[in-house]
């Protein structure tokens, strides 16, 4: 058994080292064509808010850490920006239909009053995205008003997700 443990040792190391060779794409784009602020008032305090706890998952330009250049880690953490801007990303909200927006600002309220967002895994790394109740409260407030806003601006059956 013992004589097995070297040579397996050895192969993981690398295997670790191979596995290096490997770069995922970065989201680095930062594209702001579609981007929220260009259509939705986004006050200096929702802004502070939202660049530490939220852009670097669901916008096109994250801040990279460190240990984002170490293999597995660097998969992980494309598949993980990759998953956030699919399921909403801030860089072309404006691009979505007026349904998909409201929708989204719905989502907004739902994830941050449950504490879902952002994710734990997430704020063990990024202390500043680690939200007071009140930060949490200013978030909502402000899918709120841009919900209100379509509202007042959009016939209400425009704002209704169409099933498929």
């Known amino acids: 058994m013992k004589k097995y443990v070297r040579p397996l040792l050895y192969g993981l190391l690398a295997l670790l080292v191979l596995a290096q060779l490997y ?5 680095l784009s930062n594209d702001q064509t579609s981007h929220v602020t ?3 008032p986004v006050p200096a305090e929702v802004e502070a808010i939202l660049k530490p706890a939220c852009y670097d998952c669901h916008s096109n330009l994250t801040a990279y850490p460190w ?3 170490i293999q597995p880690v660097a998969s992980w953490l494309a598949g993980h920006v ?3 801007k699919r399921k909403l990303n ?3 909200l404006t691009k979505r239909s007026i349904a998909v927006q409201n929708h989204k600002f719905e ?3 739902e994830m941050v009053k449950e504490g879902e967002m952002p994710l734990n895994s997430y704020t063990w790394t990024h202390g500043d995205a680690r939200l007071s109740e009140q930060q949490r409260q ?6 709120q008003a841009n919900m209100d806003s379509l509202s007042a601006n959009y016939p209400a059956d425009s704002l209704v997700m169409k099933r498929k």
Request: aromatic share 16%.
């Open 38 to 40: 260009t259509k939705y």
């Open 90 to 92: 801030f860089s072309t």
């Open 82 to 84: 990759d998953e956030g």
């Open 67 to 69: 240990y984002a250049e």
């Open 107 to 109: 989502e907004i309220i």
């Open 138 to 143: 200013t978030l909502v407030d402000w899918a």
């Open 23 to 27: 770069r995922p794409t970065r989201n």
